[in-house]
């Protein structure tokens, strides 16, 4: 009897130390897990996209055309919107089923075009060195004023 009360003494002894073991390692757990998550000074990728709750592609920051921007896309895929910079001169694009308004400032100059549904422009303005242009066309794509002729 009094080896069996040892033995069960001897398995308490060491089911408590087990179970104090495994606190003590939750909590040193916890504790490193809460303790400040430093900021990093950069974080480098080549892309990130941006999707919907159903998986499709909204918002891409990365490769755009021959430079790199955010593009924006609607809920069928469809591009609508981008923000680039490339090495022929940096860009904005805004399209709609309604038409579009494209940016473009380069080197040589820079301009400011408006597109019916179509994808007709019917809107340019034109600056470059030599002088500034407006331009506005019909929608068969004559011109119907044009400031200097």
Do not use: W
């Not at 104090?20 to 916890?30: P, Q, S």
């Not at 469809?78 to 579009?100: E, V, W, Y």
């Amino acid at each position: 009897m009094k080896e069996r009360i040892h033995h069960l003494e001897t398995k308490c002894r060491r089911l408590t130390m087990a179970v104090t073991a495994m606190i003590v390692l939750g909590i040193a757990t916890i504790c490193i897990a809460a303790s400040p998550n430093h900021a990093k000074e950069a974080i480098q990728v080549s892309k990130i996209e941006i999707v919907d709750t159903e998986g499709n592609v909204r918002i891409r920051l990365g490769r755009a055309d021959d430079g790199y921007g955010v593009v924006v896309y609607d809920k069928d895929g469809k591009f609508r919107a981008t923000l680039t910079d490339a090495p022929r001169g940096a860009g904005m694009q805004l399209i709609k089923d309604g038409g579009s308004i494209t940016m473009l400032a380069m080197n040589q100059g820079s301009g400011l075009t408006i597109r019916d549904s179509d994808g007709k422009s019917r809107a340019m303005m034109l600056q470059q060195e030599k002088g500034s242009q407006l331009i506005l066309k019909d929608g068969e794509g004559k011109s119907t004023f044009s400031v200097p002729e």
